[in-house]
T-cell receptor, first 110, second 111 residues
Framework: GEDVEQSLFLSVREGDSSVINCTYT??????LYWYKQEPGAGLQLLTY?????DMKQDQRLTVLLNKKDKHLSLRIADTQTGDSAIYFC??????????FGTGTRLQVFP | DVKVTQSSRYLVKRTGEKVFLECVQD?????MFWYRQDPGLGLRLIYF???????EKGDIPEGYSVSREKKERFSLILESASTNQTSMYLC??????????FGSGTRLTVV
């Protein structure tokens, strides 16, 4: 079945760039998503990329998609303490369900 | 602003109780989903629904049931709560082929 994998933790210094990586297995995925979860809250959609795109930029966020390697990354420029959260990668399967990774906990230190 | 509302943020129930978790969305979305979130396990799909009165089992439906009598409301039912159902429960909705909008979550503790 489909699977989405992420590393569990990432720690960066404030002002640096953060890169969160994700690999997925379903080559038929139409959209790939990044969600952010702050402590005690639900998930908030950050950005998404259509599978025929290589890159999408949205202010401080850059999403890169390598479809050949089934690798997705989220780069956060000028990382701030408010970016500390859990980040989930998700792919759509051939239905309307999303398959989520286990999440990467980003910790930003001063 | 579009919303998915879960009726309780925190809930404490006793073992064996029947528990109802309510979720309401105001976006006229066809699809609704219930997940549970546990440390180290990510989000696991319990049940989902693509239409009124329609329901499908997700990956971990045992011990749960759902009800969707109206398009905007999707209820998760724990028939007889057990301590291993202590978790964060997340409801989400979506239109077809689009990403989800999540509620704020309900942290359920079964004692």
């Amino acid at each position: 079945g489909e699977d989405v994998e992420q590393s569990l933790f990432l720690s960066v210094r404030e002002g640096d760039s953060s890169v969160i990586n994700c690999t997925y297995t379903d080559s038929s995925s139409t959209y790939l998503y990044w969600y952010k979860q702050e402590p005690g809250a639900g998930l908030q959609l950050l950005t998404y990329i259509f599978s025929n795109m290589d890159m999408k930029q949205d202010q401080r966020l850059t999403v890169l998609l390598n479809k050949k390697d089934k690798h997705l990354s989220l780069r956060i420029a000028d990382t701030q303490t408010g970016d500390s959260a859990i980040y989930f990668c998700a792919e759509s399967d051939n239905t309307d369900k999303l398959i989520f990774g286990t999440g990467t906990r980003l910790q930003v230190f001063p | 602003d579009v919303k998915v509302t879960q009726s309780s943020r925190y809930l404490v129930k006793r073992t064996g109780e029947k528990v109802f978790l309510e979720c309401v969305q105001d976006m006229d979305h066809e699809n609704m989903f219930w997940y549970r979130q546990d440390p180290g396990l990510g989000l696991r799909l319990i049940y989902f629904s693509y239409d009124v009165k329609m329901k499908e089992k997700g990956d971990i439906p045992e011990g749960y049931s759902v009800s969707r009598e109206k398009k905007e409301r999707f209820s998760l039912i724990l028939e007889s709560a057990s301590t291993n159902q202590t978790s964060m429960y997340l409801c989400a909705s979506s239109p077809p082929k689009k990403g989800y909008t999540f509620g704020s979550g309900t942290r359920l503790t079964v004692v």
